[in-house]
């Protein structure tokens, strides 16, 4: 079975003047400006960076939902935050971590089996498995 998505992005024009515009086939996103200003200036629209750590934050909470499941645990809420972090090296720019901060609401949650459903979320989450860089995770776990 293979799942098929589809985004978009439009450019004009150079790097630090230029302006484009980025697309989801869902429609989420729809003509949502990003340019040299949005990534590097924090001006309004959206980056590459925002846009991997959104995905990492979801695919993570669907990975830990599943992972809990199958031990036997229903999660009332699983928050994830991604902090991704873009360094400049003498070979261009490189996304070189990111780092997920959970807070977790499971009553009567048994400890290990939640941290093995972690770890395992963790790195088998398809942009876990994407990413080449170092993946840093701290937890909350409220019962």
Known sequence: MSIKKTASAHWQGGIKDGKGRISTESGALSETPYGFNT???????TNPEELI?????GCFSMALAKE?????????SIDTQAEV????TDD???????????????????????EQAVETAKNGCPVS?????????QVVLDD
């Open 85 to 88: 972090t873009l360094d400049k």
């Open 39 to 45: 990534r590097f200036e924090g001006q309004p629209g």
């Open 53 to 57: 750590g959104a995905a990492h934050a």
């Open 129 to 137: 498995k994407v990413l080449n860089a170092e993946i840093s995770l």
């Open 68 to 76: 809990l499941g199958e031990a036997g645990m229903i999660a009332e």
């Open 92 to 114: 261009g720019f490189v996304i070189s971590a990111v780092h997920l901060s959970l807070r977790a609401r499971i009553p009567g949650a048994d400890r290990d089996a939640f």
